[in-house]
């Protein structure tokens, strides 16, 4: 797949020698990506998916997964993972929330404040550097905590729902959105295949050991859901309207090698989610009223 859109975008023979080194001068050879976020990445998945968007039908995916939450303008919730910032404007323009998110990388942190600003969020939404036991967010301050997409690279996914306990305020929610294996061993060869191509090494767990690390960390876990069918057709429905916002003439050579990567990417993980042995999943957990140990 990916060979021939190189080869369509070049005007080359798919079979040509030319092609075989598609994503070099940014994005390594096979598909795998020498940085996580390098300029020309976060410029290519912008012209795919919109401005101020690093993921397809981002909006649509955010409304759908943030469902359990009841949120108005006095709650405080942190975005664990915000990138960009695009769940973090969503959440803050649509349900009146105060957010803080956490990023890692200095360029995405730059990006989503700016935007925050341009959309008139300044005052609702500020993305800070640091992620969760390495930040300075006060324990028992956040009404709600999301995460998308925060689990799977984790090999101490307890640690992590023990922090999340610590910074919710009691009656506090936490809303996970992950990948997750459906049985501990068939998802094997599969995550081994998404690892090679995205180069990194997932660490999937299935959503009983999820589940089984959030109420060892005293959260009572409220909604395990399996939304597969749902991300993935909201994915494939997204990438079907890049189409629109891609300007041949107009991209920079630094972002093709990008772009093309993208777009394989995301039709790689919705085969991934339809072959059956990974899902897409929404857990939604709470901490009691009167926990304050």
């Not at 020498?34 to 039908?57: D, I, K, N, Y």
């Not at 997964?65 to 910032?85: H, K, R, S, V």
């Not at 094997?188 to 180069?199: M, N, P, T, Y």
């Not at 790689?268 to 957990?285: P, T, V």
Request: hydrophobic share 40%; charged share 25%; glycine share 10%.
């Amino acid at each position: 797949m990916f060979t021939r859109l190189y080869a369509w975008w070049e005007g080359t023979d798919p079979n040509g020698a030319g092609t075989g080194d598609a994503h070099g001068g940014g994005a390594g050879g096979q598909g795998k990506p020498v940085a996580a976020w390098p300029a020309a990445r976060l410029a290519a998945a912008q012209r795919l998916f919109g401005e101020g968007s690093t993921f397809p039908a981002a909006e649509k995916i955010i409304a759908h997964q943030i469902q359990p939450l009841a949120m108005d303008a006095t709650t405080n919730l942190l975005d664990m993972a915000a990138g960009i910032g695009t769940a973090a404007r969503f959440i803050a323009q649509n349900a009146g929330a105060q957010v803080t998110g956490l990023e890692v990388d200095p360029a995405q942190v730059e990006q989503a404040n700016r935007f925050a600003e341009i959309a008139g969020l300044g005052e609702k939404v500020t993305v800070q550097e640091g992620g969760l036991g390495n930040c300075d967010i006060k324990p028992g301050t956040q009404d709600m905590i999301y995460g998308r997409e925060t689990l799977l690279g984790l090999v101490d996914k307890d640690k992590t729902c023990r922090e999340i306990w610590s910074l919710l305020r009691p009656g506090g929610q936490v809303l996970l959105l992950d990948f997750m294996a459906k049985k501990a061993d068939a998802a094997k060869g599969d995550a081994a295949a998404w690892g090679q191509f995205e180069k990194m090494k997932p660490q999937l767990s299935t959503v009983e050991q999820i589940k089984q690390s959030l109420t060892a960390s005293f959260l009572d876990v409220q909604l395990a859901e399996d939304i597969s069918k749902d991300f993935c057709g909201q994915i494939l429905r997204g990438l079907a309207d890049v189409a629109r916002n891609l300007k041949q003439d107009s991209i920079p050579k630094d972002e093709r090698p990008w772009i093309l990567w993208e777009v394989e990417m995301w039709a790689r993980r919705a085969d991934m989610l339809q072959a059956g042995h990974i899902g897409f999943y929404r857990i939604h957990a709470s901490k009691a009223e009167d926990d304050t140990a």
